[in-house]
T-cell receptor
Framework: GEDVEQSLFLSVREGDSSVINCTYTDSSSTYLYWYKQEPGAGLQLLTYIFSNMDMKQDQRLTVLLNKKDKHLSLRIADTQTGDSAIYFCAESLSGYSTLTFGKGTMLLVSP | NAGVMQNPRHLVRRRGQEARLRCSPMKGHSHVYWYRQLPEEGLKFMVYLQKENIIDESGMPKERFSAEFPKEGPSILRIQQVVRGDSAAYFC?????????????????FGEGSRLTVL
């Protein structure tokens, strides 16, 4: 079955880089996603990566995928206090299947 | 283009009452998903619907929960005879009927959620 695991909490200082890690179990996963949830709000897609890629960069965000180890990471460069939120890793088997989410990593950025 | 609209944002019910949560997908989206977020938990899939059809309800509790997405109007998640364990945030998400560029990346667009509190 599908299972997605994340560390629950990460604390960094403003200006540092943040790295949030995720592992998944289903080797058939085709798409992997990072969503952000701010307090009291819904989830917002940050970025996604296809399983045939090993890296994707989008401004301050870098996603690394190690398919052999089923490990996904999200690096946020120059982390700002506005980046404080819960970050969810998610996977799907295809573009038409439902997403399976991890429990989320709470990122706290201190000034 | 308005996003996914959910209402009510907050709902308080006493045990045994019924809760109805509504979701209007984004314009051009005919796929609706309901997820539940329990305290300290991630999002758990409940049900996936298209207009007038339930496609996947593998995450729905067998009793008291039902969902519909009629031809006209919003999708409704209905919880009968609520219990304290039903207290959670219920998120609706939608995805496009025809993805941009013809490539379906599976991206879901989420509403802000309906927070149910059962007293």
């Amino acid at each position: 079955g599908e299972d997605v695991e994340q560390s629950l909490f990460l604390s960094v200082r403003e200006g540092d880089s943040s790295v949030i890690n995720c592992t998944y179990t289903d080797s058939s996963s085709t798409y992997l996603y990072w969503y952000k949830q701010e307090p009291g709000a819904g989830l917002q897609l940050l970025t996604y990566i296809f399983s045939n890629m090993d890296m994707k960069q989008d401004q301050r965000l870098t996603v690394l995928l190690n398919k052999k180890d089923k490990h996904l990471s999200l690096r946020i460069a120059d982390t700002q206090t506005g980046d404080s939120a819960i970050y969810f890793c998610a996977e799907s088997l295809s573009g038409y299947s439902t997403l399976t989410f991890g429990k989320g990593t709470m990122l706290l950025v201190s000034p | 283009n308005a996003g996914v609209m959910q209402n009510p944002r907050h709902l308080v019910r006493r045990r045994g009452q019924e809760a109805r949560l509504r979701c209007s997908p984004m314009k051009g989206h005919s796929h609706v998903y309901w997820y539940r977020q329990l305290p300290e938990e991630g999002l758990k899939f409940m049900v996936y619907l298209q207009k007038e059809n339930i496609i996947d309800e593998s995450g729905m509790p067998k009793e008291r929960f039902s969902a519909e997405f009629p031809k006209e109007g919003p999708s409704i998640l209905r919880i009968q005879q609520v219990v304290r364990g039903d207290s959670a945030a219920y998120f609706c998400a939608s995805s496009p009927t025809h993805p941009a560029g013809g490539i379906n990346t599976g991206e879901l667009f989420f509403g802000e959620g309906s927070r149910l509190t059962v007293l």
